[in-house]
C-alpha cells in the first residue's frame, strides 16, 4: 500500500501538463491508499499484540457512506446511493462492517467492471439491515486484476461473524450483486 501511495503522487509529474482529472484521480488514489495503510496497520497490531490499544481515531460507519460514494464518483464510477427505512444507529461492529461491505463491493466494480453504473442500497427493517451493491455490465476493456480476490470473501466473513448472509454472484444483464442482511436485536441498538 505503501508503494501504491507513492506512486500515486509521482504519477502526475510522469505526465507533461497533466490535466486536472488525472491529477484528482491520482489524489483519491494516494489518500485511499494511505487510509488502507493505516487500517492494515492497526489490524495487525491487533494481532500481533496482545496488550495492542486501538487508536482513538474513529472508525467510519454507514453515516460516512456519503463522502464514500463521493469518492468513488471521483474515481469515474456512475454510483447511485439509496436509503430506505427508519434510519437508527446500529452497533458500531456492523456500522463498521456494513461500510466496509459497500466499499469492498464499490472497488470491485471500479476494479472489474469499468464503465459499469452502480447502485448502492441500504435498507434499515424490522430485525436489522439490509445491503444490496449492484452494477451492470463492463463498458470499457476489463483488464486482469492485480487483487489477491479475498474481497468477497472478508464480505461472507464479516457478515457471517454477526450472525447475517450475504450472497455475491453475476446478473443475467452481465453485471454482479452483492447482497446482505445482518440482525440486529432491539436491544443491540443504540439509540
Known amino acids: 500500500m505503501s508503494v501504491v501511495a507513492i506512486q500515486a503522487e509521482a504519477a502526475p509529474y510522469r505526465v507533461e501538463n497533466p490535466p486536472p482529472e488525472l491529477e484528482q484521480a491520482f489524489l483519491t488514489i494516494r489518500e485511499n491508499a494511505v487510509a488502507a495503510l493505516t487500517e492494515l496497520r492497526r489490524i495487525l497490531g491487533v494481532v500481533r499484540a496482545e496488550d495492542y490499544e486501538a487508536p ?35 452497533p458500531q461492529g456492523v456500522e463498521l462492517s456494513a461500510y466496509r461491505i459497500v466499499q469492498e463491493a464499490l472497488s470491485n466494480v471500479l476494479r472489474h467492471a469499468p464503465g459499469a453504473a452502480a447502485k448502492v442500497e441500504v435498507s434499515y427493517v424490522l430485525g436489522g439491515l439490509g445491503l444490496r451493491i449492484a452494477n451492470g455490465p463492463a463498458r470499457g476493456l476489463v483488464k486482469p486484476s492485480p487483487g489477491a480476490g479475498h474481497g468477497i470473501t472478508g464480505m461472507r466473513e464479516r457478515v457471517t461473524m454477526l450472525g447475517g448472509e450475504m450472497t455475491a454472484e453475476a446478473t443475467e444483464d452481465g453485471g454482479y450483486e452483492v447482497a446482505a442482511f445482518v440482525p440486529v436485536s432491539r436491544e443491540e441498538q443504540q439509540t
Do not use: C, H, I, Y
Not at 58 to 79: F, K
Open 56 to 90: 482513538e481515531a474513529p472508525q467510519p460507519t454507514l453515516g460516512d457512506l456519503d463522502a464514500l460514494v463521493a469518492n468513488v464518483r471521483e474515481a469515474g464510477l456512475d454510483v447511485e446511493k439509496t436509503v430506505t427505512g427508519s434510519v437508527r444507529e446500529l
